[in-house]
């Protein structure tokens, strides 16, 4: 049987770093780990940024939808074109 793990998910967590006494091997491997989380912050700055972007062209494409009509509505109305 499994214990079930507690706490944050392996991926929320900082990994841990050996060797445990200061070295440049040590400094390098935190400096990677550093630069991960930098690059993570960037990209969630990033995707704040575009999301108003996003709605924005979901709102425009509602509105054209909106103008252009449905297709039968549409074909209903050359039909009475047509007809005439």
Avoid: H, W
């Amino acid at each position: 049987r499994k214990k079930r793990a507690r706490g944050p998910s392996a991926a929320s967590k900082v990994p841990k770093v050996f060797p445990t006494t200061k070295c440049k091997l040590r400094m390098m491997k935190l400096e990677r780990i550093k630069d991960y989380l930098l690059m993570e912050a960037e990209f969630i700055r990033n995707q704040d940024i575009l999301k108003p972007k996003i709605e924005r062209e979901q709102k425009e494409r509602s509105m054209v939808d909106e103008i252009r009509g449905l297709p039968l509505s549409v074909a209903t109305l050359e039909e009475m074109i047509d007809d005439n």
